[in-house]
């Protein structure tokens, strides 16, 4: 298995691009988060899904959306970015369930120039 | 807000030596995780302690969970140059699939 796969892993974009981070798990996980990862700030939750077709804000969702169409995918876009966009973003599945362990991306590097 | 604060922020040990975490957390919780993440890579799952219990051991690691303090704390015993990493806990709460990260320790072991 793959595991939790995001894509790409390395992006530039200036200010006021667009674009879309790619996350995909294939272990049937039906809950997924996306996270950004800043020097001394630990991960903070952008976006997360408990189900197809059920998403719900973290704790710094603005700038960002998200959709979950299928169990699988969970893409986080970014419809103007900005520098303060600029960050480490991950990816997370995990069970439906009480108690269970996040399985996380190998991130993406993401700079807004 | 974060619901976990971490202390201290940087660990530097010799080979050998215990290296103790900390971390406190504000809201109630089902259970509470810690993580490790090597530089650059995605973070990996290390152990889950319940609310309903107090400590739980994998290998070198030991965790307890005080939920009156809402604080916890990791023991890596006999550190290893390999332990070097960040270590983070995270909250999991009452809102399914919501998992909280407090800011991580950064701890570093020397050979």
């Known amino acids: 298995n793959a595991g939790v796969t995001q894509t790409p892993k390395f992006q530039v974009l200036k200010t006021g691009q667009s674009m879309t981070l790619q996350c995909a798990q294939d272990?049937?996980?039906?809950?997924m988060s996306w996270y950004r990862q800043d020097p001394g700030m630990g991960l903070r939750l952008i976006h997360y899904?408990?189900?197809?077709?059920?998403?719900d804000q973290g704790e710094v969702p603005n700038g960002y959306n998200v959709s979950r169409s299928t169990t699988e995918d969970f893409p986080l876009r970014l419809l103007s970015a900005a520098p303060s966009q600029t960050s480490v973003y991950f990816c997370?599945?995990?069970?439906?369930?009480?108690?269970?362990?996040?399985?996380f991306g190998q991130g993406t590097r993401l700079t807004v120039v | 807000s974060q619901q976990g604060e971490e202390d201290p922020q940087a660990l530097s040990i010799q080979e050998g030596e215990n290296a103790t975490m900390n971390c406190s957390y504000k809201?109630?919780?089902?259970?509470l995780q810690w993580y490790r993440q090597n530089s650059g890579r995605g973070l990996v799952h290390l152990i889950l302690?319940?609310?309903?219990?107090r400590e739980k051991h994998s290998g070198r690691l030991r965790v307890t969970l005080d939920t009156s303090k809402k604080s916890s704390s990791l023991l890596i015993t006999a550190s290893r140059a390999a332990d070097t990493a960040s270590y983070f806990c995270?909250?999991?709460?009452?809102?399914?699939?919501?998992?909280?990260f407090g800011q991580g320790t950064e701890l570093s072991v020397k050979p």
């Open positions: 302690i319940r609310s309903n219990e």
């Open positions: 997370a599945s995990r069970r439906g369930q009480a108690n269970t362990e996040a399985f």
């Open positions: 899904s408990v189900g197809a077709g059920i998403t």
């Open positions: 272990m049937n996980h039906e809950y």
């Open positions: 809201t109630s919780i089902n259970n």
């Open positions: 995270a909250t999991d709460g009452n809102q399914g699939g919501k998992l909280i």
